[in-house]
């Protein structure tokens, strides 16, 4: 194949960052450099993206009608991986996975969009599977981080704890700076306007992806209190949260349908999972909650829906690359309690984003022989962790520079893994 990765959307906000991250990538000056195209609509454009962020000549340019089977299956045929980051995937991806998983080549995407993820799984998990074609959405900020605090929490209780050990009640603090873009918003304007209700609400159940099914998520709380190093950490529920939760219940799935044979991937039959948007301060959690549901009320209703379309980011523009994110994850296992912190600078949204979902493409490219995937069962439609495992996570730590470490923090106390 004329290329090992393929970066669909490479005119957009998040595909330019892509774009850019994989042409300066240290893996692409070794001894064995990889190869990558840059995909979209125009070649005008194409090759304006090119110039403006000095792409090698080597990359290669690929016209794509996304919206054309014809036309994906071409250029997906050219590539050992596709990097998509076109939205709303609902809208425009279904040519894109169809043609990966016909033609055995593997697949990941940034879809925070349930419904879109579990029509996948039901049209063509079965196809990649017998393709050996691996496809992972929502592969940047959503999920990514939850998936890795979750699957570090689990394997350092059984490092420390013992095989038998299980992950039971776990929450993800998010703290961090960053934006939104212009096409988030649309995606998510989009799915509002133009899925039905019962089709989301259908999706967005706990362990909606595929069986089997684990304990029911635990009633929301309003404000939520964790103890953290000694302090009280406040919170409301994070805005990605039902979507993140879901891709932890595919992972929890995809382990427990094999535990005789990898008893060590499984978190257990009392594991639920929640995220809260972390603050130091009660009030800062009342301001947090009100500003959130303001929002959310406004991008619900039609006429107030109209006015943030005209005064929100358009498509293509974005926030800048300066911020961070901090992920603390507690687990409880047992009377003990893991304590997994992971933290990368830049924004994440969209320039750690587009950091998780390249090296997710590269793991997938340059380090498929070591991969964990036929742990889970093999191809189709997986997760982060499920997927790429310690691979990814030794990917991100080396090139994006995230810092992880994770501990039982009482029990046993303070014995560090990672």
């Given amino acids: 194949m004329p290329y090992d990765i ?3 959307g490479a005119t957009g906000f998040t595909g330019k960052y892509i774009s850019k991250y994989l042409n300066s990538h240290p ?5 064995t450099p990889f190869t990558f195209a840059v995909a979209g609509r125009s070649q005008k454009k194409l090759e304006e993206v090119k110039r403006e962020l000095k792409l090698d000549q080597e990359v290669g340019l690929l016209v794509v009608d996304i919206e054309d089977y014809v036309s994906v299956e071409a250029a997906v045929t050219q590539t050992k991986v596709v990097v998509n980051a076109v939205g709303p995937y609902w809208k425009y991806a279904d040519h894109v996975v169809r043609a990966c998983a016909n033609n055995g080549v593997h697949y990941v995407d ?10 996948i799984i039901q049209k063509y998990d079965y196809q990649a599977h017998k393709n050996n074609a691996i496809l992972i959405p929502c592969c940047g900020f959503d999920s990514v981080p939850a998936d890795v605090v979750v699957y570090l929490a689990n394997k350092t209780a059984k490092s420390v704890l013992g095989p038998s050990a299980y992950i039971e009640d776990s929450i993800s603090l998010y703290d961090l700076k960053g934006g939104i873009s212009g096409g988030t918003l649309a ?4 799915s509002i306007e133009d899925i039905p209700k019962a089709v989301t609400a259908e999706a967005m159940k706990d362990f909606s992806y595929r069986e089997p099914k684990g304990a029911p998520t635990k009633p929301n709380k309003l404000i939520y209190t964790v103890p953290v190093d000694g302090k009280t950490r406040y919170g409301g529920i994070f805005p990605m949260c039902p979507i993140n939760r879901l891709v932890v219940h595919h992972t929890w799935s995809l382990f427990k349908r094999f535990q005789d044979r990898h008893p060590e991937k499984v978190y257990g039959d009392k594991f639920t999972y929640n995220e809260i948007t ?5 009030y800062q959690t009342v301001l947090y909650l009100f500003g959130i549901s303001v929002f959310i009320v406004g991008i619900l209703f039609p006429p107030t829906r109209w006015i943030l379309k005209r005064f929100l980011p358009q498509p293509g523009a974005g926030p800048s690359p300066d911020g961070f994110f901090e992920v603390t994850n507690i687990s409880h296992s047992g009377s003990s309690k893991i304590k997994t912190v992971i933290r990368a600078e830049g924004e994440p949204g969209y320039f750690g984003t587009a950091r998780m979902i390249s090296e997710a493409g590269l793991a997938l490219a340059l380090d498929f022989g070591r991969l964990p995937y036929k742990q889970t069962g093999g191809a189709g439609v997986l997760t982060p962790m499920a997927a790429l495992g310690d691979v990814y996570i030794e990917r991100m730590k080396k090139y994006y520079e995230l810092q992880v470490e994770s501990e039982v923090v009482s029990g046993d106390e303070g014995r560090k893994q990672r």
């Fill in 27 to 31: 893996e692409r000056s070794g001894p």
């Fill in 278 to 282: 972390a603050q130091s301060k009660y």
């Fill in 187 to 190: 995606s998510a304007i989009s």
């Fill in 6 to 8: 393929l970066a669909l």
């Fill in 110 to 119: 940034l879809a925070g969009e349930p419904h879109f993820i579990k029509s």
